[in-house]
């Protein structure tokens, strides 16, 4: 036997990285906290020559769970599951006295035993096992429930159930004595352990994280939906949220009935066996080899190399497991040269530290994701390729798993009737189980291979968004937003594997069609998915719009409405001559008071809704547009753009013919010229210009003062520079003339201005030259309008 | 297209893969570069997409033998493309392509040396030319083409892929260049600016270590981005290094780079010969030209406006050059102002230097030009601002009042003040 020979030295070379590993296996260990005691007065006696034990363990496991049959948790059973827990724990303890006999023998166990609660001064400590500690609150999900569901089907054989799991307890122990040996910085794992820790059963921690890490918009709805849907089947939350998976009733647990002395036939067969299945290919064999040296070996460690029931024992899954351990074992930081080049056997030397540090950065939750999909991925060597291209990066490897898990946090969340776990889970250990039943059926061939290729994408796509599809529509709503997080969620983590995913979106299913039947409604950005009971239906956003145009309220009041109006017309996604109306209206009204922002958020809907074809006053907002990029934004690309897009037809137009001439004159500064057409403006260009003015004017007054000599009366001045009859007219009473107000102006500039021998003012034009500037807007306010400070508001509208 | 046996397809893919491992075995850049050009449509490459579209199961040739399916993650992406091309399905073709490319790109990475530097090129000019036409193709069954915004996207990670400080670091401009065209094509050249910061800034880059070739194109590119900010001197400067740098041989490359470097020059004062303009077919800038010298206002006019000759106006819009044309209108006023100065000076020398606003509303009048007083005023006022002309306007007595000492100074290279 090969394995036997060579186990020796492996824990030096080959297992540094057993806490990962085991993290991502099966195993029990989730009572970690066992390990102080441990530490103390066995540390000696198991070196690390044990160590490849708890490694092997968990290919006897996998096939074990799912190559029997599966036996679900039924509802109901899940207060049992609590109490296997609890027994689990507090069985270990007294597994350390027995371990000096190590075996199968029940060990009587006191079962009331409370759990040892987790001793915080045992910190330092702690923060050497932490891969491992945080593997065994993955594993306690894998674990639990099948051993509990022994409880179940088999009431005759607790104890030895208790018997199995006091040896996991072993096992975590001595896989943490091997964790010194590669874990130099266990520092972050340790913080996540201790993250699980305070809560005992691990579960509920979890739980918390996964629901933390959710990037699903939460609407409150939901989550009181979920928490309802939990209620149903668990009565206190926390219950609710350990519950176990789907329990794969392991069967692996029987009583020995011979104990051979040196090798026992029955695991020469095995050998035979697993070594038959890869007859003709020499690198399963060899990494066959590889694997069967781990068991045997671990298998003597444990004592139970006599006790297994060898004949029984289900072939390993090769690539399954060689996936695992690339998966862990190779550094992230540094992959394979190329993937061209002859691949490297698997690198067990390569640094634990960037595993385990793997493992602190994303907890047990990702391994287990990862490994239920790299379980999924192929059943042959092949899958060596699988892994080594998923670890491309670092930070891609990093970012793969998390993603992935993902859709699985998203479909256990949105799952919420579903009695014994999360569908992720569930999902996972079916694909988990599919594969592995496929393994043990198949040989590699190609053919099969390709099948449980395609059986993959079968279960890793199209299963786990139907599992989301399927719910019962418990809720009318809220099964809507469940669905759209889902479905967002889809679109994001697939993307790029499954681009179908993100194209089966149908958006149209996921649009909110509105109730609310109240025209008046407050604007209120939205910060979760909208509630159709707040959202207006079309007919009522007609009238709410034609309120908000007969209403006489000042312009905050009209801007918050349809704003209100917007959003309602966007969620609904509503586009057609409404929302032109809507938008038009807005960007007038914003046009009027000079709020830019808003206006310009109105003129790009509004271009993207002519382009669609909707119609509406094309030719007045291409005005506004053209005018908008020559007097604010100044874009020189842009402007060429709107004016090389402009059809004859357009320059035909009265107001595009303005603003095409406005651009001229501005480009050109010819302040004559924009003057005249500041006066002759159609629609509201002049509205838009007026905020251009102040600039030109001052323009105009630093070309003059430098041209001209030695005089310019300011009569004249403020004829070209159209104060004369800009605002004289409305003032009523208090007329100011055009002369004063340009007068006002050009001291506020710092023009210096004299009298000349007729009386008349005249600017000081080479005195002025130096002292002009551009004085800071004495009403300036942050929004760039004191038409909208809060305090006038509050007084227009108290 | 004849017949095709399968014997003979099978033949040619699998003399594909053999070229396609030994260009990688022998590090044959330039072979390997041909085996990607897509879109040559070399005679062997239409060949090997009949054979794909004939024997359907190439991925179990490129899987069957171990030479061939280490590279079937580029491969087999690639033949799904080239057949997809050849079936005139461009957006798949280009989809596929994509994926080749990116398995391409992971192993580039991996290689130390440039020799494969070659075959990016080619990969990275595909990449833009297939989704250019797969967004055409996707523009005409009405989908929004957003294909090169995707190549845009990938080809940034190349050019990160390049930017390093290996002897790949060369590639780099080249990558620049094709996202200048990508950019420049969806109107979103303010994306360049990234990319510029890095290679102009970055001291992995020495500028002189690049390919003349990407030299050009770059400069040319960047040239045209200081057109747009009016940045004439700077436009100047880029756009005259591609035009002396550029082979001689490439006229179209040479009008291209005129395209722009004539309305800078314009602009900063400088005439192009007649010779020049028709050599390289730039004959929309005679009437400029023209109007310059002549201090023509209306020929300059009838030029930039939209009438009958509507092409050559939207080709100025297109390029960006309207905007720089249209300043040269100033220019004309100088040049008709001075006009009127000489021709007073050799009437009555003593009173040359006094111009009366009335005689240029009458000169503009003749060409057909109404404007009012104080329109002329204003103009006037700018030139002198502007200092385009040397003097005073006196406003009492409506004259213009030119310096005596060289009353319209030339530009000479120096823009117009703003």
């Not at chain 1, 970690?32 to 198991?46: E, V």
């Not at chain 1, 074992?329 to 190329?338: A, D, M």
């Not at chain 1, 694909?431 to 496929?438: R, V």
């Not at chain 2, 080749?100 to 990969?123: D, H, P």
Request: hydrophobic share 35%; with cysteine; charged share 25%.
């Amino acid at each position: 036997m090969l394995g036997l020979h060579t186990a020796g030295g492996y824990p030096s070379s080959g297992y540094n990285n057993q806490p990962t590993a085991s993290n991502s296996g099966s195993y029990a260990n989730y009572t970690s906290y066992q390990y102080p005691n441990y530490t103390s007065d066995t540390s000696s006696a198991y070196g690390s020559g044990s160590a490849p034990t708890t490694f092997q363990q968990q290919y006897k496991q996998w096939p074990e769970y799912y190559s029997q049959t599966e036996v679900t948790c039924a509802p109901g059973t899940e207060h049992l599951s609590a109490a296997g827990n609890s027994n689990h724990g507090s069985s270990l303890p007294s597994v350390s006295g027995g371990y000096p006999t190590p075996t199968n023998q029940p060990q009587p166990q006191p079962l009331p035993l409370p759990p040892p609660p987790p001793p915080p001064s045992l910190n330092p400590t702690w923060s050497q096992p932490g891969g491992a500690a945080s593997g065994a609150h993955d594993n306690y999900w894998n674990q639990t429930a099948p051993s509990f569901q022994t409880h179940l089907a088999a009431p005759t054989q607790p104890l030895y159930q208790n018997s199995l799991d006091s040896k996991t307890s072993y096992e975590n122990f001595q896989e943490l004595k091997t964790a010194p040996q590669g874990q130099n910085s266990q520092y972050p794992v340790y913080q996540v352990s201790q993250n699980y820790q305070p809560t005992s059963p691990t579960v509920p921690s979890f739980d918390a994280r996964r629901v933390s890490k959710l990037q699903i918009p939460t609407n409150p709805r939901i989550a009181s939906n979920a928490a309802l849907g939990i209620a149903k089947t668990e009565k206190d939350g926390s219950a609710a949220n350990s519950l176990p998976r789907p329990a794969y009733v392991s069967v692996a647990v029987q009583k020995p009935k011979d104990k051979p002395t040196m090798y026992p036939k029955s695991l020469c067969g095995y050998v035979e066996r697993a070594f038959g299945r890869y007859k003709d290919d020499d690198k399963k064999r060899e990494a066959c080899e590889a694997f069967m040296k781990e068991i045997i070996t671990e298998a003597i460690a444990e004592g139970t190399l006599y006790t297994r029931d060898w004949d029984s024992m289900p072939l390993f899954t090769l690539p399954d497991s060689h996936s695992v351990n690339t998966n862990y074992k190779k550094s992230p930081i540094r992959r394979s040269k190329s993937r061209w080049e002859p691949l490297p056997e698997v690198k067990m030397l390569d640094k634990p530290v960037s595993a385990s540090n793997e493992t602190g950065k994303f907890g047990s939750w990702d391994k287990r994701t990862f490994n239920g999909y790299s379980a999924t991925k192929d059943n042959s060597l092949s899958s060596f390729r699988f892994s080594a291209s998923q670890q491309k990066t670092p930070s891609k490897s990093a970012q793969r798993p998390m993603k992935r898990q993902r859709i699985v946090n998203g479909a256990g969340l949105t799952n919420n009737d579903d009695d014994a776990s999360s569908d992720g889970d569930k999902d996972q250990s079916l694909t988990a189980y599919y594969s592995g039943a496929m393994a043990l059926a198949d040989n590699p061939e190609e053919k099969k291979r390709r099948e449980s290729r395609s059986k993959r994408f079968e279960r890793g796509q199209g299963h786990r968004p139907d599992i989301n599809y399927f719910k019962p529509k418990n809720a009318g709503p809220a099964n809507l937003y469940t669905k759209r997080a889902s479905a967002l969620m889809l679109s994001k983590s697939f993307d790029d594997s499954a681009n179908q995913a993100v194209e089966d979106i149908d958006w149209d299913a996921l649009t909110v069609k509105g109730t609310c039947q109240e025209i008046e409604k407050r604007f209120l950005r939205l910060t979760s998915a909208p509630d159709p009971s707040t959202v207006r239906p079309e007919d009522v956003l007609e009238k709410a719009l034609l309120m908000v145009q007969n209403s006489q309220k000042n312009y905050l009041y009209k801007c918050d409405q349809l704003k209100s109006i917007r959003q309602d017309l966007t969620v609904q996604r509503i586009r057609n001559q409404l929302t032109v109306k809507v938008y038009e209206t807005h960007a007038r009204l914003a046009m009027e008071v000079g709020d830019l922002a808003e206006f310009n958020q109105c003129q790009s809907q509004l271009q993207i809704l002519y382009s669609e074809g909707i119609e509406g006053c094309l030719m007045e907002f291409a005005a506004y547009n053209l005018l908008c990029v020559i007097l604010h934004s100044n874009n020189k690309r842009d402007l060429l753009t709107s004016m090389s897009r402009l059809t004859q037809e357009a320059k035909e137009d009265g107001a595009v013919k303005h603003a095409l001439a406005v651009r001229a004159a501005v480009t050109s500064g010819n302040y004559v010229a924009f003057f005249k057409l500041y006066k002759s403006a159609p629609n509201l260009n002049t509205c838009l210009m007026d905020l251009y003015v102040k600039k030109m004017r001052y323009q105009a007054a630093v070309c003059m003062s430098k041209s001209y000599r030695p005089t310019v009366p300011i009569s004249y001045i403020s004829q070209i520079l159209g104060f004369s009859n800009a605002t004289a007219e409305g003032n009523g009473e208090k007329v100011l003339t055009g002369l004063d107000e340009c007068l006002e102006w050009l001291k506020a500039h710092g023009a210096s201005l004299i009298t000349d021998n007729t009386g008349e003012m005249q600017l000081d034009a080479k005195a002025s030259s130096s002292t002009l500037f551009m004085p800071e807007p004495e009403d300036a306010v942050a929004h760039g309008d004191s038409s909208l400070a809060v305090n006038d508001f509050l007084a227009r509208t108290s | 297209m004849a017949y095709l046996s399968m014997g003979e397809s099978h033949r040619r893919i699998t003399d594909y893969l053999n070229r396609f491992a030994d260009a990688i075995n022998y590090q044959d850049g330039d072979s390997l570069a041909r085996l990607f050009s897509v879109s040559s449509d070399s005679p062997s490459l239409l060949s090997l997409a009949d054979a794909l579209n004939v024997f359907q199961d190439a991925n179990r040739l490129i899987k069957q033998s171990e030479k061939f399916s280490q590279f079937g993650e580029v491969v087999a992406p690639f033949f799904r493309s080239l057949q997809c091309y050849r079936l005139g399905n461009l957006v798949d073709a280009y989809g596929a392509f994509e994926k080749a490319s990116n398995a391409f790109i992971q192993e580039f990475r991996n290689w130390e040396s440039g020799w494969a530097l070659e075959a990016l090129y080619v990969i990275a000019y595909e990449i833009r030319v297939l989704a250019e036409r797969a967004d055409r193709e996707l523009a005409s069954n009405g989908k929004s083409p957003e294909k090169l915004k995707g190549a845009g996207s990938f080809l940034m990670k190349v050019f990160g892929v390049l930017a390093g400080k290996g002897p790949k670091r060369v590639g780099a401009l080249y990558v620049t260049c094709q996202l200048f065209k990508i950019y420049f094509k969806l109107g979103t050249v303010n994306l360049c600016r990234s990319v510029i910061r890095s290679i102009e800034t970055a001291r992995i880059f020495d500028f002189e270590e690049f390919p003349i070739r990407d030299k050009v194109t770059y400069m040319y590119y960047t040239g045209r981005l200081e057109v747009l900010n009016e940045n004439f001197p700077a436009a100047d400067q880029k756009l005259s290094y591609a035009l002396t740098h550029c082979c001689l041989s490439k006229e179209a490359n040479i009008r291209m780079i005129l395209k722009y470097l004539i309305p800078v020059k314009l602009s900063i004062g400088i005439l192009p010969k007649k010779q020049l303009l028709e050599n390289y077919d730039l004959v929309e800038y005679n009437n400029i030209v023209e109007a310059l010298k002549r201090g023509d206002l209306r020929l300059l006019r009838s030029a930039l406006q939209e009438n009958e000759d509507q092409y050559v106006v939207i080709l100025f819009l297109r390029s960006g050059v309207y905007l720089v044309l249209e300043k040269l209108e100033l220019q004309v006023y100088q040049r008709l102002l001075k006009k009127i100065y000489i021709i007073q000076k050799q009437k009555d020398p003593s009173k040359a230097h006094q111009v009366k606003l009335e005689v240029i509303v009458k000169a503009l009048k003749w060409l057909e030009i109404e404007m009012d007083l104080d329109e002329v005023e204003c103009i006037v006022a700018i030139l002198i601002y502007k200092n385009l002309m040397k003097g005073y306007f006196a406003h009492k007595s409506k004259v213009v009042v030119l310096s005596k000492q060289d009353p319209f100074p030339k530009l000479n290279g120096k823009p117009v003040a703003s």
